[in-house]
């Protein structure tokens, strides 16, 4: 708040303009709900089409059972990431709605439907070792109201396969480039499109490739311009951020 | 080109519709200027509002100026980063216009207007030393034909300057966050906002910072959602993308 | 000992003012037993409220047991950290009392009562999955005879959590801050908080991570003032440092 | 294609000189077969002596077994790399013909002879565990159509092993050397040869090998010229390159 | 605030116990001062003791200068660090009264005496070359309001200089200790006295040292309890935890 | 030698066969020219088209001139790499037709020729700072006896430029690829051509690339087959088992 | 062989002086056993002491057994390192003799007595988890004819258990220092003793640990003067260096 | 001193066998000069043959000048190592008779001969530009009274020349391999000869050598027994460490 909004928000609670209890609302604005090994978001659910968000790994059976229970009880969408066949036996027992992806390791639980815009996401992966980390981003960006486009298995060791399916990529509002090994193909697909590319290295390779270093340095790296980059294996985070570009 | 599409391309040049000049045009199309020791792209000028761009690192004085002195027979919007006062000069005596930015290192050479959405891009700093970064991503949004608002010196060690500005901030459709150190600004910026964000680690810091590692790291483990990642001090990259998203 | 002492205690075991024996125990002073395997320290179990510490990964089952049976002899608390079920079946079978807290996969075994400070200790995670450390931290500080207050999950993403809490960390003598992935909240609450701020970078996250060098160095090249940090997942070194701090 | 072979191509087309079917093939030509997880190059098996690879790691077995299946419909060798056991008894139950190399964890089918040249390629190993990658290499080579030979356990904490086989390394016209730990043997059979050496450097060792990295490093910095380096334990890339260059 | 907090606040406000001017300053409570390229933090002036700190490394002469020249308006001590010659001599040219500490390139400018306690800091190093960062270490802390004490060149290598001073550095309340190379020197002194240890490893050595690492990781990986570690080169941040711990 | 070998040289000594001088000359074989500072190979002189070579890294201006003077006595090629301007007015004291390349930062002495084969060797950059790791692989080959075409600045940002000439680096015997940043063209380039390709990082970049690191890591993790890599900025490297290949 | 040497060598075969037995024996001097997957190299047997070395990692069971079953043939000491149980298996049932050392891993089989000399080998380590590598270290030595003191658990965290073990590390000819962690004791023990120090850092630690690098890294740059390093978790290299240096 | 002994010496003290005076020496006989800035050890100087060592690196022309001058009033050898040509002209101003090593960067001051064993040490290099490393290992270890040989430029590119000084090397009691690059020389030697090998890594190289990290990497994992290793460029440690195997 700036100082005049400072005096004017005080001034309507001395007048009474503001009542005491909408002032706490305002100011409670930014809550949580407490369940002892966790504390859920709640400021996040009022905005429409933004599910509420698990990520699983490290997270005891139990607690993701727990949070799941919890946000059952409010009218949103739910996604699970990372999420074990154990774990989703769990929640499958309180949700039976419930929908594993076992590529992707992701939970979604539908309980309103997001408007989608027209424009789509492009998923392009350089291999088919890259799948999973695809859906996992395709999974996110759909939940979030977004229609997903898949371009897989065209990396550039036969880079025909993308040419060929290029008008799809190129007809995208935003495109996500997923990649292990060298990661040479965010490069050749961000010097070919118009479009905003998040970047996703992979894991896929061995050797010097170092758990996915060398494809998250090559892309970091890129000479061509419009590439951003997230986490290694992280389809999660590219899903969520094309969503939030794609419904711009 | 799909099959379908091949097929109709090459009938119409049989039938005479496409001319074999507009055909060869449409496949020349994507050409360049070779200057033997660049081959500048001619296929970006096309599209209004995209500025011939020059990376000057590693460049000769020469180099630079010759392909500045092609770039000027066109009628387009000219942007050189990581430009040495040398370089400037160079420039300078063939294009009088030239503006240099000593801050940020850039030249920039306005020769049209471009329109500018009214939506604006955020740049924000956590630190005064971050502020060269920052302007290098502020000049190429301009260029590129954007609104910039600028908010320096907002780093996580006095939080409340942050919150001061976050109302400027929130504001934007995009908002580029530049950050040393342990470039925690981003997270906590990505936490607060709901648009994407462009996260540049910069190498200011000592130490264990080994040359911007530790905020590259920080920024790509970011627990917050929505949050991209572009090479340290690469404030150019930032700002190109940040114009693609804002003018989408 | 300085020149006048070395002296002075020369000239009184010449008079007889200070017995052979006296002196020979001052000499033996730095002591400790010998168990072929392991050498336990006696030196500190003098102290008031300091437990035996044993360190259990890397050793043998028997190994541990030996090193607590010879412990028990003594009249002092005892705790054992990194410590696997099988361990502490081992030492149940010798120390009925002996509680193991299986998050923190730690043994403690009191044998006497430690008077407290009124100050407390906070112990602040920002995820979920940090509570592993964060229990250990807790539980060392605890048998050294330390009140702690928990705040667990109240990373940067959603940051509201924090402020909420804010109160109960500003509070504290010492502040613990365990975080995962790119660590940010060691900065935050440094930036927020006039107390010291241990920082525990935690191996919690992915990818970039790298076994938590993301957050290990983020701490490191914190911004903000008065901020160290320990060994990654080391809740044990936090939290025998914290009981230092808060017991001066 | 040049901008005079462009107009020739088009003029032709006019012409009717080239039927629309043929250029469409042309155009076509680079194509693949589209499995929807995989796109199969079909491409390279139209040159003789070109096995179809597949790259086995991070695919599932029902994947592998899909693309096997496709292959096994053209008349062409077929190679994959990283085999699990059980993949291999699901690509035996459709070809019973497949060959299953153990150590090197390769499947091969041959469906045609490939002429091999006189030359023959050297495969040299420093110590008896870097077997495995020399395996893949040498059965990379082998189906590819070349004459191999092994030498295997040579490496320099025994030199005068290597000197005794010298005339093997020698008479080789490509020469693949194979070493775990400090890789130094690439540089001794380097500067002891006139032919190209292509170094594999291997993940045996421990400790401050860091996973291959050691190997990797010396043989990278190799003060012997005519030596190039492929990744870490990537048997089948040597064996590739040694291939394309005996054959040249 | 807490909810109950929240309540009576703005009841307050309505009531008029509490004036619209004292509330607004509280809110306000949280400001700075804006100078465009950096933004000052006013919170902390409030606090006796607390000098006012500059990080001087990146940013202009003039941007020290003009940050300086606005905290000489207020009645307040300034410290700055990374201090060139020339900036020394801008600040000298507003205030003659600086003092320029060569060795720890730090400026001090006293303008209030800050009360100091009976107990004292020991600043420990391994060697002559640590100095500088022991005397960055020194000057903050003594600025801040604590006595210290210097001990310099006690490293590993000729322990018994370490144990002829050891009473020195046993009798301190909070210990630091500067070591290079092999920073071994943290873990001795750690092992031998019952306060708190600061550690901070130099960039003094050569080799396989890379920049302080070698010292840092030792550091981190003190077998020895009490240890925490702070940046490479960090005295200023060591100085001001222990005036922290110190004044506790 | 083998077994049978040694026999028989040992018996045309005894016989007279080969006499004593022969021998002697033939266990000599292996000889070098002493110059205290530096032993000079004499082994390779002799076989036409090697020149010598000296990397002048490191060495002073007086060992280099010194070495090029013995060289001198021989009718031999001459090739100097990383010369400094200063080492090249030394040398061309001495051999005024020392022909100094100050982007390629050679030397060579021609002093016979050597006939070339048909075939050439294509090097190819990724950028246009790419050109004197280029110009050092180029020298080197054109010395050793190769024809040589230049492909200077065609990297994936506008691949429409790499496949412009792409008929140049097809015709190729053995092509080296040439990049910095990402190295992505290595893997485009290996994607599309049937021969041994060599790829060279280099360390152009700034900031994530690490001195030539992500280009590096990058092509040793190349999806496309037929790829080896030498030492980054390795030109020389390159050209000279480029020539070993071309000139098999 | 000098040339004066060689000359000799030659007149004696032509004189007769040698024969042709004698000279090819020579020649073929360093010879070795050829088992397909391994060479054994029969050069080292002739010396008294040495026995024969089989690094079990990475080879198979079968190879293990192989390799000792022709090593029994022959009347040598035999030892082997990195062995399972599976392979100590193997071997038992072989050679029943055969002695398992279950900490260290390694098999012994005495065939003759080495003779010792007076002077010992001590070997300390810094903590109980140390004491695999202190065995294998004891074990290689005391094969290879020497005498061993034992000092375990004496690292710096208490350091009086040290010092009152000095004398008789003092008192060896040699002494092994093996530590994990931060590896410090090294140093401690560097600047104590007059002899040389032969140091093994341990993988034993965790978190910023990285598998050792920190105590490697730490000893690589010790401060005192006498110390040099193997690989980590290297107990045999450095038993068999001090045995070299013992019986010097 | 074990019990025993402390009691026999506190009973001697009492008896008044030993004198205060004499017991005092005994305590204090762990002491050394204060100079503030150093603590120059006199520990050592008792030992015949053991110079002075001042390591320059870091300190101030006036802190060596200081140094140099205590050490000249006793009767010793005294070294300097990186000792700047104006750390030279400082010591010279006192010391006339101080000899300067420009390669080495050494002072040396011989103010007592120290005789010589006939045993050498062999100080072996794989360049000419390893040789300023060698110089301070073979200036160390002949002012510490060793005969040194010489053997430089001998590395594995082109190993006919190691060969033929092999008999020099094997001829010594120690040997001291110095090299860069990929380091593989000392491994070669370590298989060659009989005797204790030190490990010098040199920062010789460029690109993927990472200021010596190859070389280092490479030694520490050598397959051959017998070698340890010194810090990167430490030539003084290794001729410190072969002055001690070799005076045994």
């Not at 999973?132 to 036969?158: C, H, I, Q, Y």
């Not at 399916?165 to 193909?185: F, H, P, T, Y």
């Amino acid at each position: 708040m700036t100082d005049k909004e400072i005096e004017e928000f005080l001034l309507n609670i001395k007048s009474g303009k503001t009542s005491v209890e909408e002032a706490a609302d305002r100011l409670k604005d930014l809550t949580f709900k407490e369940l002892g090994y966790a504390k859920i978001d709640n400021n996040r659910e009022a905005r429409v089409g933004y599910p509420e968000v698990i990520y699983c790994a490290g997270k005891t059976v139990d607690q993701v059972k727990g949070i799941v229970e919890f946000m059952l009880t409010k009218n949103n969408n739910i996604l699970g990431t990372r999420v074990t066949e154990e774990m989703y036996e769990a929640v499958n027992s309180i949700c039976p709605d419930a929908v594993y992806n076992r590529l992707a390791k992701t939970i979604t639980i539908s309980k309103k439907e997001v408007n989608k815009p027209d424009t789509y996401i492009a998923v392009v992966t350089a291999g088919t070792s890259d799948i999973p980390v695809a859906e996992e981003a395709s999974v996110t960006a759909e939940l979030l109201g977004n229609k997903v486009e898949r371009v897989f298995d065209v990396g550039v060791a036969g880079i025909h396969r993308l040419f060929n399916r290029l008008d799809v990529i190129k007809g995208a509002r935003v495109v996500i480039v997923i990649a292990g090994m060298e990661g040479a193909l965010a490069s050749v697909v961000g010097g070919l499109v118009d479009k905003p590319v998040i970047a996703v290295p992979t894991s896929v390779g061995y050797g010097a490739n170092f758990g996915g270093l060398s494809a998250l340095l090559c892309m970091l790296n890129s000479c061509a311009s419009g590439i951003s980059v997230v986490n290694i294996d992280n389809g999660f985070g590219a899903g969520y951020l094309a969503s939030m570009i794609n419904r711009l």
